[in-house]
C-alpha cells in the first residue's frame, strides 16, 4: 500500500465548476497534510495545509481532513482553466520526523 | 530574496558516468530534501537533512546515489555510475525544520537523461 494514494485522472471539469481532489493516507500518526498544484514542466508550489479536522478555506479553495478515515480532499469553486495542472497532496509523517511524502499527483484539466 | 536554486538545471550524460546535482538552499531554512520526479513513480523522497544531517535516506535507491550537506547553504545529489532508469527531474527544497506546516519551497529541478 503506498502510503499517499491519489487517482492520477485526468479530472476534467467545465469551466466555472467545483473541481473535487481526493486523497488517502496510511499512517495514522500523520500531523499535516499540504496541497501542491504543479503546472507542466515546473516546480510544485504550495495551495494550502491543514492539520486540524474538518474544513479550511482559502478564496476559492477548501481542504477538508478526517483524520479518522484518513482522508484529505480539495475543492476547488469556480473552476478556471488557469486551474489546469497536477495536484499533488503530501503528507508530514507524525512523531519527530520531518518526512514529507507526496502521492503520484491527480492531473486536472479546466474545459473553457 | 531567492528561492531554492538548483544546478544544472539540463543535464545530458552517457550511461555509466558520474553526474553531479547541486542546490542552494533558502537562506534560513535547515531542513533540506531531495526528490526525484518520474510520470510512473510520481515524486519520491530520496533523502532530508536537518541541520545540515542526513536524517532519512531510506529513499535513496541504491549505493550509486550520494548526497552532502557540508554546511547549511550547499548540497549536493551524486549518481556514479549513472543508468538510463536514472532520467528523472530531481527537485532540491528546503523549509525551516520543526514545525509541521512548515512550506516545502522547491527549486526549479534538474532534468536528467541519462543515455
Known amino acids: 500500500q503506498k502510503e499517499v494514494e491519489q487517482n492520477s485522472g485526468p479530472l476534467s471539469v467545465p469551466e466555472g465548476a467545483i473541481a473535487s481532489l481526493n486523497c488517502t493516507y496510511s499512517d495514522r500518526g500523520s500531523q499535516s497534510f499540504f496541497w501542491y498544484r504543479q503546472y507542466s514542466g515546473k516546480s510544485p508550489e504550495l495551495i494550502m495545509f491543514i492539520y486540524s479536522n474538518g474544513d479550511k478555506e482559502d478564496g476559492r479553495f477548501t481542504a477538508q481532513l478526517n483524520k479518522a478515515s484518513q482522508y484529505v480532499s480539495l475543492l476547488i469553486r469556480d473552476s478556471q482553466p488557469s486551474d489546469s495542472a497536477t495536484y499533488l497532496c503530501a503528507v508530514n509523517k507524525g512523531g519527530a520526523t520531518n518526512k514529507l511524502i507526496f502521492g503520484t499527483g491527480t492531473l486536472l484539466a479546466v474545459q473553457p | 530574496d531567492a528561492g531554492v536554486i538548483q544546478s544544472p538545471r539540463h543535464e545530458v550524460t552517457e550511461m555509466g558516468q558520474e553526474v553531479t546535482l547541486r542546490c542552494k538552499p533558502i537562506?534560513?531554512?535547515?531542513?533540506l530534501f531531495w526528490y526525484r520526479q518520474t510520470m510512473m513513480r510520481g515524486l519520491e523522497l530520496l533523502i532530508y537533512f536537518n541541520n545540515n544531517v542526513p536524517i532519512d535516506d531510506s529513499g535513496m535507491p541504491e549505493d550509486r546515489f550520494s548526497a552532502k550537506m557540508p554546511n547549511a547553504s550547499f548540497s549536493t545529489l551524486k549518481i556514479q555510475p549513472s543508468e538510463p532508469r536514472d532520467s528523472a527531474v530531481y527537485f532540491c527544497?528546503?523549509?525551516?525544520?520543526?514545525?509541521?506546516?512548515?512550506?516545502?519551497?522547491f527549486g526549479e529541478g534538474s532534468r536528467l537523461t541519462v543515455l
Open positions: 537562506s534560513g531554512h535547515n531542513s
Open positions: 527544497a528546503s523549509r525551516v525544520a520543526g514545525g509541521p506546516t512548515g512550506e516545502l519551497f
